[in-house]
């Protein structure tokens, strides 16, 4: 009988050591979900400013060629480059209407 009472025991105790464990990893899971959300939600952000960064290289690009003479050639492609762009820009819009 005692070393049933023992097996019993052991077992309860070894319970309680994997609640305790599963209520640690538990928490350290919540822990790494919340750094991976902050994660995500920094990689938002930045590819944000990647793409506002890219506009604004590309009207920068825009404005250095309006601002020299005799390149009508390149200024009209690049003008024609951004009315494909806001036709895009504008069939999109008006498909997810």
Not at 27 to 39: S, V
Not at 41 to 53: A, D, T, Y
Request: aromatic residues 2%; glycine residues 4%; positive net charge.
């Amino acid at each position: 009988m005692f070393d049933f009472e023992t097996t019993v025991a052991e077992i309860e105790l070894k319970v309680r050591k994997l609640k305790k464990e599963n209520e640690l990893l538990r928490a350290e899971m919540e822990k790494t979900n919340g750094q991976c959300q902050e994660l995500q939600r920094q990689n938002e952000q930045l590819n944000i400013l990647i793409n506002n960064l890219k506009e604004e290289n590309n009207n920068l690009k825009l404005g250095n060629t309006l601002t020299r003479k005799g390149d009508s050639v390149e200024i009209r492609l690049k003008l024609n480059q951004l009315i494909r762009r806001i036709d895009k820009s504008l069939e999109l819009i008006n498909k997810s209407e």
